[in-house]
Protein backbone atom coordinates (compact mmCIF):
# COMPACT_ATOMS: atom_id res chain seq x y z
CA UNK A 1 0.00 0.00 0.00
CA UNK A 2 1.12 3.96 -0.74
CA UNK A 3 0.14 5.64 2.34
CA UNK A 4 -0.34 9.51 2.86
CA UNK A 5 -0.46 9.99 6.67
CA UNK A 6 -2.03 13.32 7.13
CA UNK A 7 -0.47 13.92 10.65
CA UNK A 8 -1.02 16.94 13.51
CA UNK A 9 1.77 15.63 15.55
CA UNK A 10 4.70 13.16 14.47
CA UNK A 11 8.12 13.52 17.47
CA UNK A 12 11.31 13.45 15.93
CA UNK A 13 13.31 9.93 16.57
CA UNK A 14 14.90 11.62 18.60
CA UNK A 15 12.19 12.98 20.75
CA UNK A 16 10.38 10.28 21.30
CA UNK A 17 7.62 8.02 19.58
CA UNK A 18 3.36 8.03 20.18
CA UNK A 19 1.07 5.44 19.00
CA UNK A 20 1.17 7.35 15.45
CA UNK A 21 4.64 7.04 15.02
CA UNK A 22 4.21 3.20 16.19
CA UNK A 23 1.52 2.60 13.36
CA UNK A 24 3.60 4.69 10.97
CA UNK A 25 6.65 2.76 11.24
CA UNK A 26 4.82 -0.41 11.61
CA UNK A 27 3.32 0.49 8.42
CA UNK A 28 6.95 0.84 6.68
CA UNK A 29 8.17 -2.24 8.15
CA UNK A 30 5.02 -4.53 6.89
CA UNK A 31 6.46 -3.30 3.26
CA UNK A 32 4.37 -0.55 2.55
CA UNK A 33 5.47 2.49 1.25
CA UNK A 34 4.01 5.55 3.84
CA UNK A 35 5.14 9.41 3.40
CA UNK A 36 3.92 11.41 6.59
CA UNK A 37 2.45 14.94 6.03
CA UNK A 38 2.72 16.61 9.76
CA UNK A 39 1.99 20.03 10.49
CA UNK A 40 4.97 21.41 12.68
CA UNK A 41 5.15 23.81 15.08
CA UNK A 42 6.63 27.23 14.27
CA UNK A 43 8.98 27.36 17.85
CA UNK A 44 10.64 24.10 16.41
CA UNK A 45 11.30 24.53 12.78
CA UNK A 46 11.90 27.94 11.16
CA UNK A 47 10.52 26.35 7.40
CA UNK A 48 8.84 23.44 5.91
CA UNK A 49 11.15 20.97 5.16
CA UNK A 50 11.22 17.27 3.81
CA UNK A 51 13.47 14.26 4.90
CA UNK A 52 13.59 10.60 5.88
CA UNK A 53 13.09 9.39 9.64
CA UNK A 54 12.50 6.33 10.85
CA UNK A 55 13.15 4.46 7.53
CA UNK A 56 10.76 6.96 4.95
CA UNK A 57 9.61 10.40 4.30
CA UNK A 58 8.51 12.98 6.61
CA UNK A 59 6.99 16.10 5.28
CA UNK A 60 7.09 18.96 8.25
CA UNK A 61 5.44 21.81 7.27
CA UNK A 62 5.39 25.09 9.46
CA UNK A 63 1.81 26.06 10.47
CA UNK A 64 2.26 27.68 13.86
CA UNK A 65 2.26 26.56 17.64
CA UNK A 66 -0.71 24.41 18.95
CA UNK A 67 0.77 22.64 21.68
CA UNK A 68 1.33 24.34 25.10
CA UNK A 69 -0.07 27.17 24.03
CA UNK A 70 -3.34 29.44 24.53
CA UNK A 71 -6.76 28.64 23.43
CA UNK A 72 -6.63 31.90 21.11
CA UNK A 73 -3.44 30.99 19.38
CA UNK A 74 -4.36 27.27 19.33
CA UNK A 75 -7.09 28.30 17.78
CA UNK A 76 -5.39 30.68 15.02
CA UNK A 77 -3.25 28.00 14.69
CA UNK A 78 -5.61 25.12 13.81
CA UNK A 79 -7.67 27.45 11.29
CA UNK A 80 -4.54 27.84 9.54
CA UNK A 81 -3.44 23.86 9.16
CA UNK A 82 -5.36 23.32 6.34
CA UNK A 83 -4.32 26.20 3.82
CA UNK A 84 -0.92 25.90 4.52
CA UNK A 85 -0.37 21.94 4.41
CA UNK A 86 -2.13 22.16 1.30
CA UNK A 87 0.03 24.39 0.26
CA UNK A 88 3.20 22.24 0.94
CA UNK A 89 1.86 19.16 -0.07
CA UNK A 90 1.16 20.18 -3.95
CA UNK A 91 4.45 21.68 -4.09
CA UNK A 92 6.57 18.52 -2.12
CA UNK A 93 3.76 15.64 -2.87
CA UNK A 94 1.97 16.57 -5.91
CA UNK A 95 3.55 13.88 -8.42
CA UNK A 96 3.13 11.54 -6.31
CA UNK A 97 0.41 8.52 -6.06
CA UNK A 98 -1.14 7.07 -2.82
CA UNK A 99 -3.88 4.19 -2.09
CA UNK A 100 -5.78 6.40 0.72
CA UNK A 101 -5.11 8.78 3.02
CA UNK A 102 -4.59 8.18 6.67
CA UNK A 103 -5.28 11.06 9.32
CA UNK A 104 -6.38 11.17 13.20
CA UNK A 105 -8.72 13.44 14.95
CA UNK A 106 -8.80 16.17 16.59
CA UNK A 107 -8.39 18.39 15.42
CA UNK A 108 -11.80 18.13 13.64
CA UNK A 109 -10.85 21.41 11.33
CA UNK A 110 -9.05 19.40 8.71
CA UNK A 111 -11.83 17.96 6.86
CA UNK A 112 -11.31 20.23 4.07
CA UNK A 113 -7.31 19.35 4.02
CA UNK A 114 -8.41 15.73 3.54
CA UNK A 115 -11.24 16.37 1.02
CA UNK A 116 -9.01 18.08 -0.97
CA UNK A 117 -6.34 15.54 -0.44
CA UNK A 118 -8.70 12.85 -2.08
CA UNK A 119 -9.39 14.72 -4.69
CA UNK A 120 -5.63 15.14 -5.58
CA UNK A 121 -4.46 11.70 -5.13
CA UNK A 122 -7.97 10.47 -6.18
CA UNK A 123 -8.04 8.20 -3.36
CA UNK A 124 -10.08 7.60 -0.04
CA UNK A 125 -9.36 7.84 3.39
CA UNK A 126 -9.48 6.57 6.92
CA UNK A 127 -10.01 8.55 10.15
CA UNK A 128 -8.37 7.53 13.40
CA UNK A 129 -10.81 9.23 15.65
CA UNK A 130 -9.24 10.01 19.24
CA UNK A 131 -11.52 12.35 20.27
CA UNK A 132 -14.72 13.42 20.33
CA UNK A 133 -15.09 17.61 19.93
CA UNK A 134 -16.72 19.74 20.63
CA UNK A 135 -19.04 17.66 22.83
CA UNK A 136 -15.87 17.22 25.34
CA UNK A 137 -15.39 21.03 25.12
CA UNK A 138 -19.39 21.16 26.30
CA UNK A 139 -18.69 18.65 29.15
CA UNK A 140 -15.90 20.48 30.96
CA UNK A 141 -17.23 24.27 30.22
CA UNK A 142 -14.45 25.23 27.90
CA UNK A 143 -17.60 25.98 25.50
CA UNK A 144 -20.88 27.25 25.62
CA UNK A 145 -23.54 24.75 23.89
CA UNK A 146 -25.43 26.63 21.05
CA UNK A 147 -22.83 29.65 21.28
CA UNK A 148 -21.88 30.75 17.58
CA UNK A 149 -18.30 28.92 18.25
CA UNK A 150 -20.03 25.64 18.98
CA UNK A 151 -21.66 25.87 16.22
CA UNK A 152 -19.28 26.42 14.10
CA UNK A 153 -16.84 23.45 15.77
CA UNK A 154 -20.17 21.12 14.85
CA UNK A 155 -20.34 21.82 11.39
CA UNK A 156 -16.43 21.23 11.01
CA UNK A 157 -17.52 17.92 13.10
CA UNK A 158 -20.08 16.67 10.64
CA UNK A 159 -17.83 17.52 7.66
CA UNK A 160 -15.21 15.95 9.42
CA UNK A 161 -16.55 12.52 9.74
CA UNK A 162 -18.55 13.29 6.05
CA UNK A 163 -14.31 12.85 4.27
CA UNK A 164 -13.74 9.53 5.81
CA UNK A 165 -14.46 6.81 4.41
CA UNK A 166 -14.03 4.56 6.94
CA UNK A 167 -14.30 5.96 10.71
CA UNK A 168 -11.84 3.66 12.90
CA UNK A 169 -13.41 3.76 16.99
CA UNK A 170 -10.57 3.70 20.12
CA UNK A 171 -13.51 1.04 21.99
CA UNK A 172 -16.82 -0.29 21.49
CA UNK A 173 -18.11 2.59 23.86
CA UNK A 174 -16.52 5.27 21.26
CA UNK A 175 -18.11 3.26 18.00
CA UNK A 176 -21.77 3.42 19.71
CA UNK A 177 -21.35 6.83 20.85
CA UNK A 178 -20.47 7.83 17.04
CA UNK A 179 -23.14 5.69 16.25
CA UNK A 180 -26.08 7.09 18.53
CA UNK A 181 -25.39 10.92 18.06
CA UNK A 182 -25.16 10.87 14.38
CA UNK A 183 -27.76 9.33 12.90
CA UNK A 184 -27.22 10.19 10.03
CA UNK A 185 -23.85 8.42 9.32
CA UNK A 186 -23.85 4.98 7.39
CA UNK A 187 -23.17 2.97 10.71
CA UNK A 188 -21.23 0.39 8.11
CA UNK A 189 -18.64 3.26 7.95
CA UNK A 190 -17.70 2.96 11.49
CA UNK A 191 -15.44 0.09 13.16
CA UNK A 192 -13.33 -0.52 15.84
CA UNK A 193 -9.61 0.64 15.54
CA UNK A 194 -8.26 0.40 18.45
CA UNK A 195 -4.83 2.49 20.38
CA UNK A 196 -2.20 0.15 19.74
CA UNK A 197 1.09 -0.06 20.20
CA UNK A 198 4.52 -1.22 19.75
CA UNK A 199 5.58 -3.61 22.51
CA UNK A 200 9.41 -3.87 23.74
CA UNK A 201 10.29 -7.47 23.48
CA UNK A 202 11.58 -8.28 27.33
CA UNK A 203 11.33 -5.84 30.54
CA UNK A 204 14.77 -5.53 32.04
CA UNK A 205 15.14 -5.95 35.28
CA UNK A 206 14.14 -2.65 37.32
CA UNK A 207 17.16 -0.61 38.21
CA UNK A 208 16.41 2.62 40.52
CA UNK A 209 18.54 5.16 38.87
CA UNK A 210 15.51 7.49 38.03
CA UNK A 211 14.67 7.23 42.09
CA UNK A 212 18.43 7.92 42.84
CA UNK A 213 18.94 11.06 40.68
CA UNK A 214 15.58 12.77 41.67
CA UNK A 215 16.22 11.54 45.30
CA UNK A 216 12.38 9.54 45.23
CA UNK A 217 12.70 6.93 48.47
CA UNK A 218 12.81 3.66 47.17
CA UNK A 219 10.37 1.78 49.51
CA UNK A 220 8.16 4.40 48.77
CA UNK A 221 4.96 3.31 46.43
CA UNK A 222 5.81 5.37 43.14
CA UNK A 223 2.41 6.58 41.62
CA UNK A 224 3.25 8.02 38.53
CA UNK A 225 1.30 10.41 36.16
CA UNK A 226 2.68 10.99 32.89
CA UNK A 227 1.84 13.32 29.81
CA UNK A 228 -0.33 16.09 29.22
CA UNK A 229 -1.77 17.94 32.35
CA UNK A 230 -4.29 19.58 30.60
CA UNK A 231 -7.98 20.37 31.48
CA UNK A 232 -9.49 17.36 30.54
CA UNK A 233 -7.12 15.46 32.68
CA UNK A 234 -8.42 17.08 36.08
CA UNK A 235 -5.50 18.33 37.74
CA UNK A 236 -7.59 19.20 40.68
CA UNK A 237 -7.90 15.88 41.53
CA UNK A 238 -4.30 15.07 41.55
CA UNK A 239 -3.54 18.12 43.76
CA UNK A 240 -6.26 17.39 46.28
CA UNK A 241 -5.31 13.59 46.76
CA UNK A 242 -1.47 15.22 46.99
CA UNK A 243 -2.41 17.27 49.90
CA UNK A 244 -4.13 14.40 51.51
CA UNK A 245 -1.43 11.60 51.39
CA UNK A 246 1.31 14.38 51.95
CA UNK A 247 1.70 12.82 55.25
CA UNK A 248 1.74 9.15 53.90
CA UNK A 249 5.48 8.17 53.78
CA UNK A 250 5.15 5.28 52.23
CA UNK A 251 3.79 6.81 48.73
CA UNK A 252 4.83 9.10 46.16
CA UNK A 253 3.44 11.08 43.70
CA UNK A 254 5.21 11.54 40.15
CA UNK A 255 3.88 13.83 37.73
CA UNK A 256 5.74 14.11 34.43
CA UNK A 257 4.41 16.18 31.50
CA UNK A 258 3.49 19.31 30.32
CA UNK A 259 0.05 21.26 29.96
CA UNK A 260 -2.19 24.23 30.72
CA UNK A 261 -3.18 23.35 34.48
CA UNK A 262 0.89 21.59 35.20
CA UNK A 263 0.83 25.02 37.11
CA UNK A 264 -1.45 23.46 39.61
CA UNK A 265 0.44 20.91 40.98
CA UNK A 266 3.35 23.11 40.97
CA UNK A 267 1.23 25.29 42.95
CA UNK A 268 -0.18 23.17 45.54
CA UNK A 269 3.58 21.24 46.35
CA UNK A 270 5.04 24.09 47.31
CA UNK A 271 2.02 26.07 49.10
CA UNK A 272 1.70 22.95 51.01
CA UNK A 273 5.13 22.12 51.22
CA UNK A 274 4.73 18.82 50.21
CA UNK A 275 7.56 16.11 50.61
CA UNK A 276 6.78 13.04 48.72
CA UNK A 277 5.85 14.71 45.36
CA UNK A 278 7.43 16.16 42.45
CA UNK A 279 6.97 17.74 38.90
CA UNK A 280 8.98 17.10 35.80
CA UNK A 281 8.25 19.29 32.76
CA UNK A 282 9.57 16.30 30.25
CA UNK A 283 12.23 14.02 29.55
CA UNK A 284 13.81 11.86 26.86
CA UNK A 285 12.13 8.92 25.55
CA UNK A 286 14.65 7.09 27.44
CA UNK A 287 14.65 8.43 31.04
CA UNK A 288 10.57 8.49 30.96
CA UNK A 289 10.79 4.46 30.02
CA UNK A 290 13.04 4.26 32.82
CA UNK A 291 11.21 6.07 35.03
CA UNK A 292 7.97 4.20 34.18
CA UNK A 293 9.77 0.93 34.88
CA UNK A 294 10.84 1.75 38.56
CA UNK A 295 7.20 3.43 39.42
CA UNK A 296 4.94 0.82 41.21
CA UNK A 297 1.04 1.75 39.79
CA UNK A 298 0.25 3.93 36.53
CA UNK A 299 -2.53 7.26 37.42
CA UNK A 300 -5.26 7.95 34.68
CA UNK A 301 -7.63 10.77 35.29
CA UNK A 302 -10.37 12.24 33.74
CA UNK A 303 -12.47 15.07 34.26
CA UNK A 304 -15.80 13.54 36.01
CA UNK A 305 -17.79 15.84 33.85
CA UNK A 306 -17.29 13.98 30.56
CA UNK A 307 -20.05 12.30 28.80
CA UNK A 308 -18.14 11.44 26.07
CA UNK A 309 -16.21 7.61 25.65
CA UNK A 310 -12.69 9.04 25.64
CA UNK A 311 -9.96 6.06 26.10
CA UNK A 312 -6.42 7.64 26.93
CA UNK A 313 -3.64 5.91 25.20
CA UNK A 314 -0.94 6.39 28.08
CA UNK A 315 -2.63 3.10 29.84
CA UNK A 316 -1.04 1.32 26.98
CA UNK A 317 3.14 2.54 28.44
CA UNK A 318 1.71 1.09 31.90
CA UNK A 319 0.45 -1.98 30.62
CA UNK A 320 3.73 -2.41 28.50
CA UNK A 321 5.52 -2.12 31.38
CA UNK A 322 3.52 -4.51 33.32
CA UNK A 323 2.35 -1.33 35.83
CA UNK A 324 -0.59 -2.17 37.69
CA UNK A 325 -3.26 1.03 37.01
CA UNK A 326 -5.77 3.23 38.65
CA UNK A 327 -8.10 5.08 36.97
CA UNK A 328 -10.37 7.70 38.41
CA UNK A 329 -12.54 8.62 35.19
CA UNK A 330 -16.07 9.28 34.40
CA UNK A 331 -18.60 7.18 34.32
CA UNK A 332 -19.17 6.49 30.32
CA UNK A 333 -15.57 5.45 29.39
CA UNK A 334 -15.07 1.97 28.71
CA UNK A 335 -11.60 2.17 29.95
CA UNK A 336 -13.34 0.84 33.24
CA UNK A 337 -14.32 -2.22 31.25
CA UNK A 338 -11.17 -2.87 30.16
CA UNK A 339 -9.19 -2.48 33.67
CA UNK A 340 -11.58 -5.31 34.83
CA UNK A 341 -11.16 -7.46 31.61
CA UNK A 342 -7.47 -7.32 32.09
CA UNK A 343 -7.74 -7.64 36.02
CA UNK A 344 -4.94 -5.08 35.37
CA UNK A 345 -5.51 -2.47 38.05
CA UNK A 346 -8.50 -0.43 40.30
CA UNK A 347 -10.94 1.93 38.89
CA UNK A 348 -13.12 4.47 40.60
CA UNK A 349 -15.22 7.43 40.00
CA UNK A 350 -13.49 10.93 39.45
CA UNK A 351 -15.88 12.53 41.13
CA UNK A 352 -15.37 11.12 44.76
CA UNK A 353 -12.02 12.22 45.83
CA UNK A 354 -12.16 10.10 48.84
CA UNK A 355 -13.02 6.84 46.95
CA UNK A 356 -9.76 7.94 44.83
CA UNK A 357 -7.24 8.27 47.72
CA UNK A 358 -8.69 5.38 49.39
CA UNK A 359 -7.58 3.65 46.63
CA UNK A 360 -4.33 5.08 46.68
CA UNK A 361 -3.16 4.06 49.94
CA UNK A 362 -5.16 0.83 49.62
CA UNK A 363 -2.84 0.28 46.26
CA UNK A 364 0.26 1.90 47.86
CA UNK A 365 -0.09 -1.36 50.69
CA UNK A 366 -1.41 -4.01 47.91
CA UNK A 367 0.64 -7.46 48.02
CA UNK A 368 -0.93 -7.83 44.54
CA UNK A 369 0.95 -4.96 42.21
CA UNK A 370 3.12 -7.52 40.33
CA UNK A 371 0.44 -9.71 39.60
CA UNK A 372 -2.24 -6.95 38.27
CA UNK A 373 1.04 -5.61 36.76
CA UNK A 374 1.93 -9.16 34.81
CA UNK A 375 -1.98 -9.02 33.64
CA UNK A 376 -1.65 -6.09 32.22
CA UNK A 377 1.11 -7.10 30.09
CA UNK A 378 -0.39 -10.29 29.22
CA UNK A 379 -3.31 -8.25 28.00
CA UNK A 380 -1.50 -5.74 25.65
CA UNK A 381 0.45 -8.41 24.24
CA UNK A 382 -2.71 -10.46 23.40
CA UNK A 383 -5.10 -7.26 22.05
CA UNK A 384 -2.98 -4.16 21.44
CA UNK A 385 0.04 -4.82 19.37
CA UNK A 386 0.46 -2.63 16.80
CA UNK A 387 0.45 -4.89 13.96
CA UNK A 388 -3.46 -5.46 14.69
CA UNK A 389 -3.54 -1.60 13.72
CA UNK A 390 -1.89 -2.42 10.13
CA UNK A 391 -3.98 -5.20 9.67
CA UNK A 392 -7.27 -3.27 10.25
CA UNK A 393 -5.94 -0.92 7.47
CA UNK A 394 -4.50 -3.45 5.16
CA UNK A 395 -8.15 -5.18 5.18
CA UNK A 396 -9.25 -1.54 4.64
CA UNK A 397 -7.78 -1.34 1.14
CA UNK A 398 -7.71 -5.14 0.21
Known amino acids: MRVLYIATSFPEPNKGATIYTDLAEALHEAGHEITVAVSEQARNLSQTQMKKERGFEVLRIVTGNYYDVGLIEKGITTLRIPTLMKKDISKYLSNRKFDFILYEAPPVTNASLVSWAKKQFSCPSYLMLKDIFPQNAIDIGIMKENSIIYKFFKYKEKALYESADIIGCMSEANKQYIIKHNPWLDENKIELFP ?74 IKEYDIKNAMVIE ?80 YMAESKDLIIKGNNGRKYINENFKVEYSVKILEKFRN
Open 282 to 361: NLPRDEYEQITKECDVGLIILDPRFTIPNYPSRILSYMEYAKPVLAATDKFTDIKELIEDAQCGEWVWSGDKEAFVEKIR
Open 195 to 268: NTKRITDNIEPVQLEMRHKYSIPEKACVFLFGGNMGKPQYVDLLSESAIDCRNDDGIYFLFVGRGTDRYKLERT
